[in-house]
């Protein structure tokens, strides 16, 4: 989330989380909406795009919620728990035509941070 409010090429809409206490404070300190449904996010930001980053065993149903209501979705790596999952919530974004992409997050990799280190310093100039 943090990274997203900070880029200059996407704005964070909001945060959704059914702890609304925990969906509170996490907006507050990335300066955004907070939302203890992802349908009241979707009906509430219509122009937002999703980032799922929940645990595994929500993300089917979920993308399945943003792709239903014309939404690409990114996801967290795995997109669903069994390979049937994982085929059906490609199939939905495919029928709903809309994309969905299946992120690798590699922020706690050592190699990528030391890429993203090198990338800061002189090796990018």
Not at 38 to 50: E, G, M, R, V
Not at 71 to 79: G, T
Not at 108 to 122: I, N
Request: proline share 5%; hydrophobic share 45%; net charge positive.
């Amino acid at each position: 989330g943090r990274h997203v409010a900070a880029s200059l090429d996407a704005a964070l809409a909001g945060v959704v989380d059914p702890d609304a206490a925990a969906a509170a404070k996490a907006a507050t300190l990335l300066g955004c909406a907070a939302f203890s449904s992802l349908a009241s996010a979707l009906a509430a930001k219509p122009n937002a795009q999703c980032w799922i980053c929940a645990p595994t065993k929500f993300h089917p149903a979920l993308i399945e919620e943003a792709a239903n209501a014309g939404r690409h979705v990114a996801c967290e790596k795995p997109v669903g728990l069994d390979p049937k999952q994982i085929a059906d919530a490609y199939d939905v974004c495919a029928f709903r035509n809309v994309g969905l992409h299946c992120a690798f997050q590699r922020r706690s990799d050592a190699a990528y941070a030391e890429l993203s280190r090198r990338r800061r310093g002189s090796f990018a100039r």
